[in-house]
T-cell receptor, first 114, second 118 residues
Framework: GNSVTQMEGPVTLSEEAFLTINCTYTATGYPSLFWYVQYPGEGLQLLLKATKADDKGSNKGFEATYRKETTSFHLEKGSVQVSDSAVYFCALSDQGAGGFKTIFGAGTRLFVKA | DARVTQTPRHKVTEMGQEVTMRCQPILGHNTVFWYRQTMMQGLELLAYFRNRAPLDDSGMPKDRFSAEMPDATLATLKIQPSEPRDSAVYFC????????????????FGPGTRLTVL
């Protein structure tokens, strides 16, 4: 079945450091890939997405490229801020149920120090 | 600013009591999800609905949990009787699946209900 594996946290960085959070997936067919972010006390919210191979999703300085050959969707940001401290979830959805059933990774907690 | 709302935000109850959690999806969305989040298990899908009909509730313990959509503006998740292991944050999410049924559709999450069963 479909699955998502992302790097374990927590990840602790200083402000302005470069961020990479690794995510790999297993899926049949051609899933869409997502990164969601969860701030303390809130629900998840979509950060970015990519719907086909080689697409790059980007938002708020974060980027991720859909790599079919390596089944990866790594999240990157060139210079993190304290306000980026949150939990980040990699996810995929496939064509089942109209493309809406979403498989989430375990989440990676990011701490950014001033 | 359309958003998913959930009530109550916090609930503390004793083992054996009934708990009802409510969700108002974003107006016009046709798909509703219930998730449970714990430190140990992460985010688990409990059930989801399309056009108010249950499509999959295989993630939900059937003996004590039930999920319904009495109308398009209300989804409920009920636990009866509640147990301490049900303590978690319960999220509702909604989304719009278009006729093409293509993948890539975003889910919009509510703020969650934090449930504590003593």
């Amino acid at each position: 079945g479909n699955s998502v594996t992302q790097m374990e946290g927590p990840v602790t960085l200083s402000e302005e450091a470069f961020l990479t959070i690794n995510c790999t997936y297993t899926a049949t067919g051609y899933p869409s890939l997502f990164w969601y972010v969860q701030y303390p006390g809130e629900g998840l919210q979509l950060l970015l997405k990519a719907t086909k191979a080689d697409d790059k999703g980007s938002n708020k300085g974060f980027e991720a490229t859909y790599r079919k050959e390596t089944t990866s969707f790594h999240l990157e940001k060139g210079s993190v801020q304290v306000s980026d401290s949150a939990v980040y979830f990699c996810a995929l959805s496939d064509q089942g149920a109209g493309g809406f059933k979403t498989i989430f990774g375990a989440g990676t907690r990011l701490f950014v120090k001033a | 600013d359309a958003r998913v709302t959930q009530t109550p935000r916090h609930k503390v109850t004793e083992m054996g009591q009934e708990v009802t959690m409510r969700c108002q999806p974003i107006l016009g969305h046709n798909t509703v999800f219930w998730y449970r989040q714990t430190m140990m298990q992460g985010l688990e899908l409990l059930a989801y609905f399309r056009n108010r009909a249950p499509l999959d509730d295989s993630g939900m313990p059937k003996d004590r949990f039930s999920a319904e959509m009495p109308d398009a503006t209300l989804a409920t998740l009920k636990i009866q009787p509640s147990e301490p292991r049900d303590s978690a944050v319960y999220f509702c999410a909604s989304g719009l699946v278009r006729a093409s049924g293509r993948a890539g559709n975003e889910q919009f999450f509510g703020p969650g209900t934090r449930l504590t069963v003593l």
